[in-house]
């Protein structure tokens, strides 16, 4: 892979607030899908797949709720 990605933006996990860690969940989860599949013409070929299947979207809300668990609890639930 020639280009190098930051995978965690700011080399950090914590935020100001629930929706500024709830919008990193989803960048870090796009970033996943970025390095995982590199060529954006495959990644736009891929997208109407996904798009309309209702069990990939299912897992794309998954994906991003774990990551979104995952920066609450470093933000120690922003108590």
């Keep these: 892979m ?17 929706e500024d860690g709830r919008a ?8 996943t899908i ?4 590199p060529d954006a013409k495959t990644r736009e070929k891929l997208r109407p797949v996904y798009a309309n299947d209702a069990s990939m979207l299912i897992a794309i809300g998954q994906t991003v709720a774990m ?4 920066i609450a609890k470093a933000n ?4």
């Design 2 to 18: 020639s280009e190098q990605f930051q995978l965690i933006p700011g080399n950090s996990l914590k935020t100001n607030s629930p």
């Design 24 to 31: 990193l969940a989803v960048k870090i989860a796009r970033l």
């Design 34 to 37: 970025k390095i995982t599949q």
């Design 67 to 70: 990551e979104f668990a995952t």
């Design 76 to 79: 120690n639930y922003w108590k």
